[in-house]
Every structure is written in structure tokens, then in C-alpha cells.
T-cell receptor
Framework: GDSVTQMEGPVTLSEEAFLTINCTYT??????LFWYVQYPGEGLQLLLK?????DKGSNKGFEATYRKETTSFHLEKGSVQVSDSAVYFC????????????FGKGTRLSVIA | GAVVSQHPSRVICKSGTSVKIECRSL??????MFWYRQFPKKSLMLMAT?????????EQGVEKDKFLINHASLTLSTLTVTSAHPEDSSFYIC???????????FGAGTRLSVL
């Protein structure tokens, strides 16, 4: 079945450091790929998404590119801030809307000043 | 973007009682709602999928008599944890999808603590 594997955390970075959180997936066909963020005490918020190969999703300085050849969707940010501290989930869906999401285990990011 | 309201955000109950969690789509019609459960330091696991007006489809290993799901209208789905026990303590989160929407929108989640 479909699955998502993302790097284990926790990840601790200093402010303004470069961030990469690796995510790879297993699925047949061309799923849609997502990154969700969960801030402390809150629910999930969509951070960015990509629906086809070579698409780049971007939001709030975060970027991820849908790589079909490596089945990856790594999350990157050039300069993290303390406010980026959260848990980040990589996820896929077979179709964009009415199908359930398959999530990775989440990566906790802590950014220190 | 679309808004999904989940209530309550936190509930503490005694073992053996039942707890109802509501998930509402505030500005769109949710033809499909999903219920997930998040264990500590683990990912979200799909519990069930509910379509308006029909019975929910439960994932393998999820007790349908334990976790009752009702999706009686296009804006409301409820999850009732019946006869809750400490092992049911978890973070429950719903999401909703509607016609013409290409992503799901999540509620803020409910943290259930069973004493």
C-alpha cells in the first residue's frame, strides 16, 4: 500500500540556519504530495502541496519539489525562525480532495535563538 | 480558505463514559469527512471515512461499535467514543473535503484524556 517515510526528529537548529526535512513516498501512479505543519496545541495546517511531477510547492519561505524519479518531496527553507518551531508532516493522497491522506510520522523542529 | 471547526478542543472524562466530538464545515459543504487519531510521537492514523448520508467506512483494526461516526448533514460529522477507557486517550482530528475543493481542511483537533 501507499506509504510515506520522513526523517526522524527531533531536529534542532539555530535561527537563520538552513532546513531540510527529507520525505520519500511509495505509491502507484501520481499521487498529490503535501506538507502539513502542526504548531504546539493546534491542529494541522496545510503548508504547501504539489500535484504533479516537477511541481514546486512554496509558502512562507518553505519549498518542496515533487521528484518522481526519486519519489521524494523534501522540505527546505533557507533561513529558519524561532516561529517555525513545530511538527512537520509529509503526506500523500491518491486524488487531491476526497481521498484520505497517508502521513509520515512527523518531524519535530525546534529553532533556538 | 475553508474553515473546519472541531469541538471540544479538550475533554477529560471518567472511564466508562461516552464522549462526543463534533466536526463542522463552516463555509462549504463537506461531502466527505475523515477522522484521524494521533498517538504520542506518532503520525496520524486514519480511523474512518464518512460520506454524508451513508455509513462510515472504518479502517482495519478500528472498532466501529467503539467509535461511532455519524455524518447526518453536509456540514456536520460526529465521532462518539463509547465507554471510553484510558487507552482511548489520544488526539483526535477531523478533516473535511467538498465538491470542487482539491484539498482537505482540518479541524484543530480534540485531546481526549480518560481517567
Amino acid at each position: 500500500g501507499d506509504s510515506v517515510t520522513q526523517m526522524e526528529g527531533p531536529v534542532t537548529l539555530s535561527e537563520e540556519a538552513f532546513l531540510t526535512i527529507n520525505c520519500t513516498y511509495t505509491a502507484t501512479g501520481y499521487p498529490s504530495l503535501f506538507w502539513y505543519v502542526q504548531y504546539p496545541g493546534e491542529g494541522l495546517q496545510l503548508l504547501l502541496k504539489a500535484t504533479k511531477a516537477d511541481d514546486k510547492g512554496s509558502n512562507k519561505g518553505f519549498e518542496a519539489t515533487y521528484r518522481k524519479e526519486t519519489t521524494s518531496f523534501h522540505l527546505e527553507k533557507g533561513s529558519v525562525q524561532v516561529s517555525d518551531s513545530a511538527v512537520y508532516f509529509c503526506a500523500l493522497a491518491r486524488n487531491s480532495g476526497n481521498t484520505p491522506l497517508v502521513f509520515g510520522k512527523g518531524t519535530r523542529l525546534s529553532v533556538i535563538a | 480558505g475553508a474553515v473546519v471547526s472541531q469541538h471540544p478542543s479538550r475533554v477529560i472524562c471518567k472511564s466508562g463514559t461516552s464522549v462526543k466530538i463534533e466536526c463542522r464545515s463552516l463555509d462549504f459543504q463537506a461531502t466527505t469527512m475523515f477522522w484521524y487519531r494521533q498517538f504520542p510521537k506518532k503520525s496520524l492514523m486514519l480511523m474512518a471515512t464518512s460520506n454524508e448520508g451513508s455509513k462510515a467506512t472504518y479502517e482495519q483494526g478500528v472498532e466501529k461499535d467503539k467509535f461511532l461516526i455519524n455524518h447526518a448533514s453536509l456540514t456536520l460529522s460526529t465521532l462518539t467514543v463509547t465507554s471510553a477507557h484510558p487507552e482511548d486517550s489520544s488526539f483526535y482530528i477531523c478533516s473535511a473535503a467538498g465538491e470542487g475543493l482539491n484539498i482537505q481542511y482540518f479541524g484543530a483537533g480534540t485531546r481526549l484524556s480518560v481517567l
